[in-house]
T-cell receptor
C-alpha cells in the first residue's frame, strides 16, 4: 500500500515564501505530483517530479528526494489568491499499468495580509 | 481546446435511486480516471479506464458502483441504489498517455443523497 503525509494546515503572510512538505511510502514509485485545489473546484496541476532534484516553474518550485521519500512545494511571493489546499499525489507502478494517483489529504494554506 | 467536461455539476438523488455521472475527456485523451472526494477528506482513486476497457478498478466499492468508457461517447460512473454515504464530489481526470501522462481534472459532480 501507500502512505502519504502532509501537514493539515499552514498560514503565511502575503509576499513571503512557504514550503509545504510531503513524505510518502510506496512500493513502486513512478512520479510525484502537486495539485492546487480551491474550495469547491477541481484540482489544477502545479508540478511533476520523477527524478531527484528541483523543478522550477515561475513562483512555484517542487523538490523530490526518492531515497528519502520526500518532496516539498515551495511558493514564493505569496499572493492572497494562493490560499487553497495543496495536494501531494504519488503515482506507482501497480496493477493495471501504473497510472493510479494516491493523494494525501491536502495542506490548507491560508495567506494573510 | 476544451478541458475535461463533467455533467451534471450538481446531482440530487433520494436514497435507493440511481446516479449517473458523465465525463468527456480532453480532446485526444484516451485514458480516464474517476476519483471520489468525501467532505474534509482527500481524493480517493476509484477506477481507471481506456476506451472499452477497465484497466484498474481497485478503488471501486464491490457493490452498486460500475464504470464504463464506451467506444463512442463519454465515460459513465453509475451508482445504483444510492445511500447517504455516497454523497461526495466525484472528479474525473483524463490523460493522453497511461503510465506517463499528466492527469487533468474536470470540475466534478457534487452528488447529494437525501
Amino acid at each position: 500500500g501507500q502512505n502519504i503525509d502532509q501537514p493539515t494546515e499552514m498560514t503565511a503572510t502575503e509576499g513571503a515564501i512557504v514550503q509545504i512538505n510531503c513524505t510518502y511510502q510506496t512500493s513502486g514509485f513512478n512520479g510525484l505530483f502537486w495539485y492546487q485545489q480551491h474550495a469547491g473546484e477541481a484540482p489544477t496541476f502545479l508540478s511533476y517530479n520523477v527524478l531527484d532534484g528541483l523543478e522550477e516553474k515561475g513562483r512555484f518550485s517542487s523538490f523530490l528526494s526518492r531515497s528519502k521519500g520526500y518532496s516539498y512545494l515551495l511558493l514564493k511571493e505569496l499572493q492572497m489568491k494562493d490560499s487553497a489546499s495543496y495536494l501531494c499525489a504519488v503515482r506507482d507502478i501497480g496493477a493495471g499499468g501504473g497510472n493510479k494517483l494516491t493523494f494525501g489529504t491536502g495542506t490548507q494554506l491560508k495567506v494573510e495580509l | 481546446n476544451a478541458g475535461v467536461m463533467q455533467n451534471p455539476r450538481h446531482l440530487v438523488r433520494r436514497r435507493g435511486q440511481e446516479a449517473r455521472l458523465r465525463c468527456s475527456p480532453m480532446k485526444g485523451h484516451s485514458h480516464v480516471y474517476w476519483y471520489r472526494q468525501l467532505p474534509e477528506e482527500g481524493l480517493k482513486f476509484m477506477v481507471y479506464l481506456q476506451k472499452e476497457n477497465i484497466i484498474d478498478e481497485s478503488g471501486m466499492p464491490k457493490e452498486r458502483f460500475s464504470a464504463e468508457f464506451p467506444k463512442e461517447g463519454p465515460s459513465i460512473l453509475r451508482i445504483q441504489q444510492v445511500v447517504r454515504g455516497d454523497s461526495a464530489a466525484y472528479f474525473c481526470a483524463s490523460s493522453a498517455q497511461g503510465a506517463r501522462g499528466e492527469q487533468f481534472f474536470g470540475p466534478g459532480t457534487r452528488l447529494t443523497v437525501l
